[in-house]
């Protein structure tokens, strides 16, 4: 390996050449001086925000487009905060020759392009219609009609996608100066909601269409970026031929604005023009095979300085310096010749930074406000022609600026991934959408079940993970795993290794076979061990992961989005009636009785509503489902329900969460709950049968539902509780009233259970769901030759265990003396309306004389349109009065007290403050004295939370001394003062 001294002597050789060329320069931009991102009539931009990557995307080309920035630094890296900027600027570029003339269409820090498409006449239509709108789509919001008939793709990438069309025929004059080329674009942008690399990506998609009338012969199109990542005067970039990448990197160890963990960027270019190519075959990512044609990868990677300080490598001054940087040259004409090498290249800066291999960056420059860009071609369009371009935006934080790019491209390897999978397989689960409930040293979480249902390309939902972080940005700490019992516990899978620099299997999820919930109740913060403190902040998340064990990656998570909650107690003038947990059971309504139950459990006393609620149940093509309504205000507040399982996974509803355990008719059959073994089955009595065990699912395997003997006519709905009474032949003959015997439709089942007539079955049969008023009941019976027309299944009859083959079968009519008008040779009472089929033989060493009862109870599914359920949950809303108000003025109080030189919040950035707790909404005012009864401070409260901060500063914004205070709380109720000791910091502004 050559030397680093070696190497800088080739630099400063490379250097001294490129300073000898062209210096016929137009006007440059000084060294250190951006230009101003220009806008245009009819823009419009939207943020891809749903993951980490939170990407500014115009109507009219530029990347990284922030309109509260002034229209640049829109490339936000984690999303949701501001000081961790990647990008300054960025766009596509169009660069081609008509007629030999070479033309651009392009967007840098001011754009060729203009919303809209291009009419059929070949004119731009109208760019301010504000129809040419940056369309914004997810799982819940699919692309519309409107931005389909723009182009917009039919069926959402991703997760999250936005999209944008826009051409070139506006004016060129601010930027190269060319002629028009005629081009349409329709622009693409979409990302991933998932944990991981998934999480880092941002996706581009480019199709070009050439609305003019000339053919653009030996074009190139190129993503060209200025990076300002964090501080841009530290920025290095480089090339990675192998992976089609061009990346920006941090050029020293530490940053202004990341600090010493800033991320690394790169654009990927997945895909390039399609070419003819005679005898060469190849395939799109969708399976297309493109026959005697060829996909066009990135050819060239540049990367040049504004202002300088290198002839040929400064920002482009007309189409002729982008077309030359578009092909691998220098902007003057010249190849770029790798000094590691000697030789020309086009993928400039093509060495590894991470080893110090080959040629990098710190053999050219200094870290500077650097750019790039990554380039294709070249190709040619004729009117009409279409080209799709594909780029991704990777990103990767690793431990340092030179680990970074190696997370980088790890990423890149998800995302090319995602690319050959046509991007159709890898959507994660649906984010949980989370509610934080402030309470009194108490954080109750709760989030929607959406994510539940997830199943996609063999990825099914498996859990939820919550959260804990000490900021809105993390670092995040798992809390609790609610996953689905499934057997599948700790899942494992290679994942890279920021510490090692390597691929390593390490576990990626870990569940524990919990079962799921939807709300979590906690008292404790992870990170200090101790109990929640009202009035501070705490950050919690919940996150869905789905699992696929042939995937790669084998779990899918969700990203993790926080939420801030500060506990507290309620203000002032209320009270909260109910505690966390308390329950209170919904009344079943309807025609029949069922195990049908609902309760609804406390989650928030501070959202009761105090109103009465019913749930009402539906089917639809043999699917159930339940609504919930609130009856006091008529506002229907869920609908289509399909939990009736009665766990814990249910939304949370006006402070509650409304369980429900219905019975479904799929539920109906035996009731294993009841009876003394809970077996669904009871007897009372000197019981002398037994069952013949034919597969049934009471009496030992004898006795089933008639429909799972012969068959029955009933349905899942019109099965009930019976008593079947066996009595001897004495108590009958001298009580047939009180002992009664049942005459029974009898079949012969030696002949295919022909009827036979009339025959006696020894006791009666009764529905018993009205157990005071029983009905009842038909009974039918079958029995081998010879039949005697009498149902006694005693083992000796047929010389076996079998009861002589003797069926009973109890049936769902009311009794009738003579049941031949009713089951008889055309209507055949073994598969009739039968409730109960029953195969006994005599019990062992039993009398035979003896006399009992048999029972049988099964569940009653519910009725839909019939059944209801209704919940009062009057009294259970919060107190609000001024009796509650006085009683509680006490509890006013201000923390820390003493301020000691600091407040431990002050750790979030907002400046020295104490907090004043438990104050009422509003109208109160709260001034502060010295000892001497002078004003120092007058604090108007407003802001309907029971929390006020100080600033410590008095009326003329000036810090107050150290000292005792005295604070006087005003309120509508009733005053309340308060001592307060404050030791302030030293000075360190002057005033």
């Not at 993970?465 to 993390?474: H, L």
């Amino acid at each position: 390996m050559e030397t680093m001294t070696a190497r800088r002597f080739i630099g400063c050789v490379l250097c001294l050449a490129l300073l000898a060329g062209r210096t016929d320069a137009k006007e440059e931009v000084m060294k250190g001086r951006k230009r101003q991102v220009s806008k245009i009539l009819g823009t419009d931009a939207k943020f891809l925000d749903i993951n980490l990557v939170e990407l500014g995307v115009s109507n009219f080309g530029n990347l990284a487009y922030d309109p509260d920035a002034g229209g640049y630094q829109g490339l936000y890296y984690p999303a949701g905060q501001r000081h961790g900027s990647v990008l300054y600027t960025g766009g596509l570029w169009l660069v081609g020759k008509v007629g030999g003339e070479i033309r651009s269409a392009s967007c840098e820090y001011s754009t060729e392009f203009q919303p809209g498409m291009i009419l059929p006449d070949g004119t731009a239509d109208d760019p301010t219609d504000a129809k040419y709108t940056v369309f914004k789509f997810d799982r819940n919001n699919p692309p519309t009609a409107a931005a389909i008939t723009q182009g917009c793709p039919e069926e959402l990438l991703g997760d999250q996608m936005l999209y944008a069309v826009y051409n070139d025929l506006g004016s060129h004059e601010n930027l190269m100066g060319t002629a028009p080329l005629g081009v349409e674009v329709q622009q693409t942008v979409w990302g991933y909601s998932a944990e991981g690399a998934f999480s880092s990506l941002a996706f581009m998609r480019f199709r070009v269409i050439n609305k003019g009338g000339n053919t653009i012969e030996e074009a190139y199109c190129a993503l060209f970026y200025d990076p300002d990542l964090g501080d841009s005067n530290d920025d290095a970039t480089g090339a990675d031929s192998v992976r089609g990448l061009g990346f920006v990197y941090n050029g020293d160890s530490y940053d202004d604005n990341y600090g010493a963990q800033m991320p690394a960027m790169a654009s990927d270019f997945f895909q390039g023009p399609i070419v003819d190519c005679p005898g060469e075959t190849d395939t799109l990512n969708d399976g297309t095979v493109l026959i005697d044609k060829k996909i066009l990868p990135q050819t060239a990677a540049f990367h040049f300085i504004g202002g300088g300080p290198i002839i040929g490598m400064q920002d482009p001054r007309d189409a002729a310096d982008q077309y030359n940087y578009c092909r691998g040259l220098l902007s003057t004409g010249e190849p770029m010749i790798d000094p590691t090498t000697g030789r020309a290249t086009t993928y400039w800066l093509a060495g590894d930074p991470v080893t110090g291999e080959g040629w990098i960056y710190s053999d050219l420059l200094s870290p500077m406000d650097i750019r790039f860009g990554n380039a294709s071609g070249p190709f040619s369009m004729a009117p009409g022609d279409t080209q799709d371009i594909v780029i991704g935006i990777v990103l990767g934080r690793g431990t340092d600026n030179l680990n970074s790019i190696t997370v980088m491209r790890h990423n890149d390897l998800i995302a090319q991934k995602l690319y050959n999978a046509n991007f159709g397989a890898l959507p994660a689960p649906p984010q949980p959408v989370v509610t934080a409930h402030a309470l009194d040293r108490t954080i109750v979480l709760d989030w929607d079940v959406t994510a539940a249902a997830y199943e996609e390309n063999g990825y099914a939902f498996e859990g939820y993970n919550i959260w804990q972080g000490r900021s809105m940005d993390g670092p995040w700490t798992r809390i609790k795993t609610y996953d689905v019992s499934n057997n599948i516990r700790t899942i494992m899978d290679f994942q890279y290794s920021s510490d090692l620099g390597m691929l390593i299997e390490t576990p990626v999820a870990r569940g524990l076979d919990s079962g799921l919930a939807n709300t979590m109740t906690i008292t404790e913060d992870a990170f200090s061990n101790d109990l929640l403190i009202n009035g501070r902040p705490y950050y919690f998340a919940v996150t869905a992961y789905a699992y696929n064990p042939n995937g790669t990656p084998k779990v899918f998570e969700s990203v993790t989005k926080g939420v801030e909650v500060v506990p507290r107690r309620p203000v002032l003038d209320v009270e909260y009636t109910q505690e966390i947990g308390t329950v209170i059971d919904a009344i079943l309504m309807g025609p029949q009785t069922s195990p049908t139950w609902g309760k609804a459990r406390v989650i928030d006393p501070g959202m009761l509503t105090g109103h009465q609620y019913r749930v009402d149940f539906k089917e639809a093509g043999g699917d159930y489902f339940w609504d919930l309504t609130d009856v006091t205000t008529g506002e229907v507040k869920l609908t289509d329900q399909t939990n009736f399982s009665g766990d814990d996974f249910y939304n949370v509803v006006d402070g509650a969460k409304f369980i429900v355990r219905g019975i479904l008719p799929s539920d109906y059959g035996w009731d294993d709950s009841k009876g003394r073994w809970g077996i669904g089955w009871d007897y009372t009595g000197d019981r002398w049968i037994t069952g013949v065990n034919w597969g049934g699912h009471a009496l030992f395997g004898g006795m089933d539902l008639g429909e799972k003997f012969f068959g029955s006519t009933l349905g899942p709905t019109e099965y009930v509780n019976c008593r079947v009474d066996f009595w001897t032949d004495v108590h009958h003959a001298a009580d047939p009233a009180r002992y009664p015997w049942s005459n029974a439709s009898t079949y012969d089942t030696s002949q295919s259970r022909v009827y036979i007539g009339t025959g006696v079955f020894p006791g009666a049969a009764w529905d018993v769901e009205d157990p005071d008023n029983p009905r009842r009941l038909n009974v039918c019976f079958a029995e081998s030759d010879p039949p005697d027309h009498f149902w006694d299944p005693i083992a000796a009859d047929a010389g076996d265990d079998k009861g002589g083959h003797e069926y009973l079968f109890i049936m769902a009519s009311d009794y009738l003396e003579d049941p031949s008008t009713l089951y008889n040779e055309g209507n055949n009472g073994t598969t009739a309306d039968v409730l109960f089929a029953l195969w006994a033989s005599q019990r062992s060493n039993t009398r035979t004389d003896g006399e009992f009862s048999l029972y049988m109870f099964v569940n009653h599914p519910l009725i839909a349109g019939e059944n209801f359920l209704t919940f009062d949950t009057q009294g259970w809303e919060a107190e609000k009065s001024a009796g509650v108000a006085k009683r509680r003025l006490d509890n006013i109080n201000v923390f820390p007290n003493p301020y000691l030189v600091m407040n431990q919040l002050e750790m979030q950035g907002s400046g020295q403050f104490v907090t004043f707790n438990n104050l009422p909404a509003d109208k109160c005012e709260l001034r502060v004295f010295t000892l001497n009864g002078e004003v120092v401070a007058v604090i108007e409260h407003d802001n309907g939370t029971p929390f006020e901060r100080w600033d410590l500063r008095n009326q003329h914004g000036f810090p107050v001394a150290s000292g005792m205070y005295f604070v006087h709380v005003s309120t509508e109720y009733g005053h309340r003062v308060l001592k307060l000791a404050i030791i302030n910091r030293k000075g360190s502004i002057r005033y």
